[in-house]
């Protein structure tokens, strides 16, 4: 039975998580309207995606740091703060590079507030209670990534593109007052700012999300993309060696030791790589082979993001009786074998029906193995690490959805084109059998989580 207090805990940081998430995606309807108004072209305006997903990645590991340090309600808070003054500036811009330079500014505001929700969450309920309150967190969070292009389109069809900015104002102003007024303080271990782990991990970050971004534009074999993940490969080996040896490390290497952290890790990244993909290309598919509009294909996405609503909760709920293996190991199972299903039938005159069952197949897998891995590598650390360990959750879902859209992508142009019906179906549905064999590896490494009734890891102890 939840608390008036948990309630609030729970609300608050869903609400924040969905705002933050629900950005992430709700331009992608608009660059039409975005490049008629500003004269700009479609090449220029993919930074206003690549921008917040920059800033985000490189920033995600520092927000939680901050709020160990400072306070994790007050800079969530701040986090909340930044990001609508961020979407007053995007609604205000007056070309691209403004607009550009602003949704840095929004995804520097999610990554103060995606890891520390987590963590503030995660602290606020026992083990037993946490696994539910992750499932409802990851249903709201995981349907604002979905249901964002439709609901840009709407807005931007009767409201004009600039009101999807402007709606954030009067909620994260609410959003603000009531988490410091609701929300209990809370910090991590009391030590120094890890500055050169801070530093590193950021730098790392850039290079190998630059990498992601540019390779399937300029090439994979170009010089800019390949010194990027070079650079950026090296940066993280430097990170690591950093870690193993710093007083107060910002990550701290002993954490991964834990298999229920380590396979959680591991599951999440490849789930996340196959949904992240799909989630781009499907849209697409929908439009450019079936000939849905914009509202109408997202529309369409719903047998897919209501499983996230009843699966989700349901998921959180029942895995402290089934244990996190199971639910993931099957969930991911299910995902792989309804993408596989959608990799086989796809065709320029698949019906849409046609799509709805492995489409729901998919959804309650995913949506199962979520919550799941989520309880797992948080429940694998001290309360007080929760901070660290949301840290990097985020991160490697973030790194993980970058590098299953661009693997997809990939697929996708080795394989079709966007040319024709024809041509897109068979790029589609290669890119769909990558999303299944991912689906299908993270079901492989969900298999090295302990079972329920075996001995759980323990808290790791605080650093000095």
């Not at 954030?168 to 910090?187: D, Y």
């Amino acid at each position: 039975m939840q608390t008036p207090e948990q309630r609030w805990v729970l609300g608050l940081t869903a609400l924040a998580s969905f705002m933050m998430a629900l950005d992430a995606m709700i331009m992608t309807t608009a660059f039409a309207t975005i490049r008629a108004d500003f004269g700009s072209r479609v090449e220029t305006l993919q930074w206003t995606v690549n921008a917040f997903n920059l800033t985000f990645a490189v920033l995600l590991l520092t927000g939680a740091a901050l709020g160990d340090r400072f306070g994790r309600r007050r800079m969530f808070a701040a986090g909340i703060g930044l990001f609508v003054v961020a979407s007053a500036a995007c609604a205000l811009a007056g070309n691209a590079a403004a607009l550009i330079a602003a949704r840095a500014l929004q995804g520097a505001g999610a990554a103060l507030v995606m890891p520390l929700a987590m963590a503030i969450l995660s602290g606020a309920f026992g083990r037993e209670e946490r696994a539910r309150a992750l499932g409802i967190f990851s249903g709201i969070t995981g349907c604002a990534l979905i249901i964002g292009p439709a609901i840009g389109g709407f807005i931007t069809e009767h409201l004009g593109w600039r009101w999807i900015f402007w709606i954030n104002l009067p909620i994260g102003l609410i959003a603000i007052g009531l988490v410091l007024a609701r929300l209990r303080e809370s910090f991590g271990p009391a030590a120094p700012l890890d500055v050169t782990g801070l530093t590193l991990v950021a730098l790392a970050a850039l290079a190998l999300v630059w990498g992601l971004l540019r390779g399937n534009s300029v090439g994979w074999a170009s010089a800019e993309v390949a010194g990027a993940l070079i650079t950026g490969a090296a940066l993280t080996v430097t990170f690591v060696l950093w870690e193993l040896r710093a007083k107060s490390p910002m990550v701290p290497m002993r954490l991964f030791a834990a298999r229920p952290f380590a396979s959680g890790m591991a599951a999440s990244v490849l789930f996340y790589a196959a949904m992240y993909g799909v989630l781009f290309l499907l849209p697409q598919f929908l439009q450019i082979v079936l000939g849905f509009d914009a509202f109408g294909a997202g529309l369409r996405l719903i047998p897919w993001t209501a499983t996230l609503f009843v699966t989700a909760p349901i998921a959180g709920a029942v895995v402290n009786r089934f244990g996190e293996r199971t639910l993931v190991v099957t969930g991911l199972l299910m995902q792989a074998i309804g993408l596989g299903w959608i990799s086989e039938i796809v065709s320029p005159i698949v019906p849409y029906a046609a799509l709805v069952a492995p489409l729901v197949l998919a959804g309650v897998g995913v949506s199962m193995a979520m919550p799941a891995a989520q309880n797992a590598v948080l429940s694998s650390v001290a309360v007080s690490e929760m901070g660290k360990a949301s840290g990097i959750f985020n991160m490697g879902r973030f790194l993980g959805g970058m590098f299953g859209i661009a693997a997809l992508v990939a697929s996708f142009v080795a394989n079709g084109a966007a040319d024709s019906s024809g041509h897109f179906s068979n790029g589609f549905a290669a890119a769909m059998s990558l999303a299944a064999m991912l689906s299908f590896a993270g079901a492989v490494a969900g298999l090295f989580l302990p079972m329920r009734r075996q001995v759980v890891a323990k808290a790791a102890p605080q650093d000095a």
